[in-house]
């Protein structure tokens, strides 16, 4: 159950005009009163003699016993309570008794028999409306300071009493919520969301791997977004703002909103935390950032590096006692996915752009990032954002899939760092994150997996019995559930491409098997694939060739092309 506590407005009839109204889409059926401060207020909507303009009067009294200059200008309180679509259909009666005990928590009307005058009306099944004038029965004003976060802590209770579905409780980090008004012009307009909403999500991709506030604002621009800054005195810059060039007021003025009102994490000096690259660890410093990868296969690269550098984080959530290192790798992890999201194949897209949306309010709580800790991931999306587009073929689609493995797990451990710190919402966030990264990497993970498979099948069953031995050695307790696995065609080839390469797939297996659990595998095989890969700095993606040789277990002649290895690989093969 959702309380929403709008601004305070000047005319107690012109919001029941619109409360008794149709809607401005016709949505108001059956508008009525369900509740009232004494129970007897008139009702315009069922009874024939009861007129708006009575019930207006009757609200408005108590402004009576104060003289005009006393009267406040914005006197008119409105709360809507909405109900969660799964939840059953509330009577009317016992929408009453949650206006009152609403009305009651904010201090509005906290039942000491001089409370401010109030009514619900309700014209849905899912919500009610609440009205009420802020001057008490005995002149003065109501003490309704924080009504919002009041109301909030009450809906937890409601929803405790009447068995309805549990709302996780928000920190004041989440972003403000699109007003109905600007859905409604959206809709006029024919855009797909409100001005709010795509300008937030704009000003985080422009954010993605800036290494300098030069960059960001170019970036804005970029994008086709009308930008303005503020500057001080001493010619720092003090903020910005951005439009939509097609968002305008009466006036036909651009509508321009600061960083700061899109989310809390967008404003100039939250962004600005971010362009540190002072480590207690050796950093690249911000000039010698690589502008975009030029190798040939750039976009596969760069996913390689993102694949180690998101590996590195979910070890910080593992295992780090820094919660300023933690917060900063999970901020950092939305940029990652902000990158992959413009950046990958078509047929992942979709589940990537939901992925980054749920993942946005994760990104936030009240815990410091300290950034300093997070430019491998930084660093990381900006390589995804200059290497240009993957188009979801050999390399570069296993890439991706690569990625999308550690970013699942990455996902399940940020919201366990959240949960553990009582951030409900975050943490529920990051679970959803989670499950739509699992549909974005069935669907890129699909190819290279068949191809893997293949070769795998086609392996000599001598070899194949061997490496069924190593994992059997490797892995007592999860071995046969691997071998089981419609992964494990896949996992022998890439254990006969790691022995070829000159490491030793024991080994290997151990430490991907012993570096994180394994419990939230959909596929333990799969995953222990993509982790031998980017450990070993095998090539991910490689058409059956030499595969179908009965190589001998201890032949370590190269069968295909390794990719260059890195120090901790080149360690295991030494």
């Known amino acids: ?114 409370g401010c005058r109030w009514a619900a009306v309700r014209h849905a099944d899912d919500h009610i409306h609440i009205i009420a004038t802020l001057v008490r029965e005995d002149g003065r004003r109501p003490n309704h300071h924080r009504s919002g976060k009041r109301a909030q802590a009450e809906a937890r209770l409601i929803e405790a009493d009447y068995d309805l579905h549990c709302v996780a409780p928000g920190d004041g980090t989440a972003a403000k919520r699109t007003t109905t008004a600007e859905r409604h012009k959206a809709d006029r307009l024919g855009w797909d969301r409100a001005a709010r909403e795509e300008l937030r999500e704009t000003v985080r991709r422009a954010v993605v791997g800036a290494t300098s506030t030069d960059e960001f604002l170019e970036r804005l621009k970029d994008a086709g977004l009308l930008v303005r800054t503020k500057v001080l005195p001493s010619g720092d810059l003090k903020g910005y703002t951005v ?50 990868p030029t190798a040939p296969s750039a976009p596969a690269v760069a996913r390689r590096t993102t ?39 078509l047929h992942t897209r979709d589940e990537l752009r939901r992925a980054t949306w749920e993942f946005e309010r994760a990104s936030r709580s009240h815990t410091r990032a300290e950034f300093r800790h997070a430019q491998d991931l930084r660093r990381a999306a900006r390589d995804l954002v200059y290497s240009g587009p993957a188009f979801g073929r050999d390399e570069d689609g296993a890439g991706t899939a690569m990625v999308l493995d550690t970013l699942v797990f990455l996902a399940i451990a940020a919201a366990h760092w959240h949960a553990q710190r009582q951030h409900a919402q975050q943490a529920e966030a990051a679970h959803r994150a989670a499950e739509h990264l699992r549909g974005a990497y069935h669907q890129a993970a699909a190819e290279p997996l068949a191809v893997l498979r293949e070769r795998g099948r086609r392996i000599a069953p001598s070899l194949r019995r061997h490496h069924a031995t190593t994992v059997r050695a490797a892995l007592p307790e999860l071995a046969e559930t691997v071998l089981a696995e419609p992964g494990w065609d896949a996992l022998a080839a890439t254990l006969a491409d790691a022995e070829r390469a000159g490491h030793n797939p024991r080994a290997l297996l151990a430490e991907a098997a012993a570096s994180r659990e394994l419990d939230t595998a959909d596929s333990v095989s799969d995953v222990l694939v993509w982790r031998l890969r980017r450990t070993a700095d095998l090539p991910l993606y490689a058409p059956a060739q030499e595969a179908t040789r009965a190589n001998r277990p201890n032949d370590h002649m190269p069968a295909v092309q390794t990719m260059p290895r890195s120090p901790a690989s080149r360690a295991r093969h030494r």
């Not at 002072?278 to 950032?289: C, G, L």
């Not at 950092?332 to 996915?337: D, K, M, P, R």
């Open 1 to 114: 159950m959702i309380p929403s506590v709008h601004r305070q407005g000047s005319s107690t009839l012109g919001l029941l005009h619109y409360l008794y109204g149709k809607g401005t889409h016709e949505e108001h059926v059956d508008p009525h009163l369900v509740g009232s401060f004494d129970h007897m207020a008139p009702d315009p909507g069922r009874d024939p003699s009861a007129t708006r303009e009575d019930l207006a009067y009757l609200l408005d009294q108590p402004l009576h016993l104060l003289d005009a200059d006393q009267r406040p200008e914005k006197h008119v309180w409105h709360c809507s309570v909405r109900a969660a679509p799964d939840d059953p259909i509330l009577t009317d009666d016992q929408w009453a008794d949650i206006a009152r005990r609403i009305i009651a928590a904010t201090g509005i009307d906290p039942g000491d028999g001089a």
């Open 243 to 292: 439009a939509l060039p097609g968002d305008r007021n009466g006036e036909k003025e651009p509508i321009f909103y600061a960083g700061s009102t899109l989310a809390p994490d967008l404003s100039l000096p939250r962004i600005q935390a971010r362009f540190t690259t002072d480590s207690a660890s050796p950093e690249t410093p911000d000039s010698q950032w690589p502008e975009r």
């Open 307 to 345: 694949a180690h550098a998101a590996w590195a984080a979910l070890l910080v959530l593992d295992r780090s006692g820094d919660d300023g290192a933690a917060a900063a790798q999970i901020s950092a992890t939305g940029e990652v996915l902000d990158a992959l999201a413009k950046t990958s194949a």
